[in-house]
């Protein structure tokens, strides 16, 4: 599914270029044949006044979603596609929302090949046939089609379209949260600064290889940047391996390393709008967050009737990621989004972070082809133009929860607002270390409350073997309540610590346009 971004105060607006001929082979003269080539590189281009990208035609440029669909790569067309090598790699049409102008290499036997845009890659269906296109148009990314350890068949593993989003996902998931390479004045009352990956060069893979090296120049007005990725596929977990190093042209109010962009749109705590009978709509539900003391936070997600932005400090950081816990089909309902097979992505830090915070924004979206959900990594440290800032990390994609996580998680929560203005709020907590506890010995109930008075709490064990708090909350109704709950008992912590952002009256949630549409019809049938 194309997705559209919203991802600051409001739908974001890229900073916007004015036309150039500049093409992104323009860009670089120098061969990049690795990292420390590419490095310099970036350095150079960041010492120069930036250059935007030419704009796309208009007739591409103005095509909608379903017509955009008509323009598609033709499969058997891959480069590498007729021989043993592990990988292929196909492209993607410029159009639509796809504007960048993206050039592909590779690097085989020593060399650097350029390789051209080519309308014979793809297929031009119904009016897309009447297109004008050039034949020097470019492309808007690439994606990597392999076969997983164990298996033989080929199938899309990783993908690098738009701005600098790439996704990823193991033989069990299907592609679903996005990453990308950076974010720049995110989540501020101003206008996005969306760096592009304007130019890959793609390691010749050979035969037996288990992963893929990719080399990627980031730039935009603020930065210029040298990316090296390792990927590598896996059966339960699939790994990119991320080198950055950024050089700024100028400093901006903000960036966020390592961004993730997902979607949330109804589950626990919101149900969905009368008409659409699937329980929960959602590519992630919590923000899972592991400190450098080794203490877990999952920030269960919603929606407020407003954009929201919460702030985690942080001294050091082990890992954080968005995360698709539930992964029960019945919970969803949806055999054609399978949003139960969507990946958790996890990233973890490869190098010295530092002290900062994550940032987690959540917006109202109007329906689930909008990314409304964004987390990244804010440094305390201070970039500075002309100096590298250089960071590594690992990014996972695997289904359900975090391997290294041992301790009892929240599995679900309820929320049910009374006329009195009090807030009936249950938490479920499920694990080993819960389950062998004594009904009648529970835990300690840890809450803590901002804009809320706890009235009372109690736990109770289930007949699963799972506890379940049970909370009464008066709102001071200055906003949302936020609450922290764990369980503990008298020397050790039994769980993470949940924590959610409770909204005083729900949002509004309405049928997504193409239910819509469905309900129309049936009614024009009757």
Known sequence: MLRAVACGISVCTAVAPTF??????????????????????????????????????????????????????????????????????????????????????????????????SKDYFHYLNAAKDLAIPDDLGFAGFRVKGAFPGQSDLSEIFSFVGASYFRARSANTILGTSTRGLAINCGLPLPEEFPVFREYWIVKPQPGDKALKVFALLDSPSVSGAFEFLLTPGIEKTDIDIHQSLYFRQVPEKIGIAPMSSMWLWGDALPGPQGDHR?????????????????????????????????????????????????????????????????SVWIQPQSEWGSGKIELLEIPAPHEGIDNIAAWWVPDEQVTPGTPFEVSYRISYFAGDCPEHGLAKAIAHRVQREESGKIQVEVDFDGPALASLDSGMPPTVEVSSIRGEILSKACDKRVSGSWTVRLNVQPTNEGPVELRVSLKDTNRELTETWAYLCPLTPPKVSLPPWKVKDHEVKERAQ
């Open 20 to 117: 150039s001929d500049l093409h992104a082979e323009d860009l670089v003269t120098p061969p990049v044949m690795k990292f420390k080539d590419l490095d310099q590189v970036a350095r150079d281009l960041a010492a120069k006044p930036y250059q935007p990208q030419p704009d796309i035609p208009e007739e591409l440029k103005n095509l909608d979603y379903d017509q955009f669909r008509w323009i598609g790569f033709r499969d058997g067309h891959e480069v590498w596609g007729e021989t043993i090598l592990p990988y292929r790699i196909g492209f993607y049409h410029k159009g639509y929302v796809h504007a960048d102008d993206v050039s592909i290499n590779t690097i085989e036997e020593g060399q650097v090949r350029p390789i051209p845009f």
């Open 279 to 343: 329980p929960e709509v959602h590519d992630a539900d919590g923000l899972l967050v592991q400190g450098a003391d080794g203490k877990w936070l999952w920030r269960a997600l919603g929606q407020q009737n407003y954009p929201s932005i919460i702030q985690l400090k942080y001294d050091g950081l082990k890992g954080f990621g968005l995360l698709q816990r539930d992964t029960h089909p019945n919970h969803y309902l949806d055999d054609e989004a399978r949003y139960d097979a969507r990946p």
